[in-house]
């Protein structure tokens, strides 16, 4: 079982940023990526960004690429999204997401974050 602990979020003018920050806590899963998907009201929920944890690939969706930046933070199991140049359409709540991979490196589950509320203005 997986238990994602999110930070971050809150109000911002467009152009600012912000930071957000999820803590996995797993004492199983050793082949898994952690990211984060947002869902705006009226919307399905999107793809953010995702870092593999072996190797530290990065994945980006075109909307937020040269703005955010994921990153494995110093404690263990930790990410943080460091997202600048906000825009109002930016504005979602965040989730975290702990996705694990099966031996043979093949999508295996899926953990959810409670979801942070990230606020842009215009």
């Known amino acids: 079982q997986v238990e994602l602990v999110e930070s971050g979020g809150g109000l911002v003018q467009s152009g600012g940023s912000l930071s957000l920050s999820c803590a996995a806590t797993?004492?199983?899963?050793?082949?898994?990526?952690m990211g984060w998907w947002r869902q705006a009201p009226g919307k399905e929920r999107e793809f953010v960004a995702r870092i593999r944890w072996s190797g530290g690939t990065t994945y980006y969706a075109d909307s937020v690429k040269g703005r955010f930046t994921i990153s494995k933070a110093n404690a263990e199991k930790t990410v943080n999204l460091q997202m600048n140049n906000l825009k109002p359409e930016d504005t979602a709540v965040y989730y975290c997401?702990?996705?694990?991979?099966?031996?043979?490196?093949?999508?295996?589950?899926?953990?959810w974050g409670q979801g942070t509320q990230v606020t842009v203005s215009s």
């Open positions: 797993s004492l199983t899963f050793n082949n898994y990526s």
């Open positions: 997401n702990f996705r694990t991979y099966k031996a043979n490196g093949f999508y295996d589950d899926d953990y």
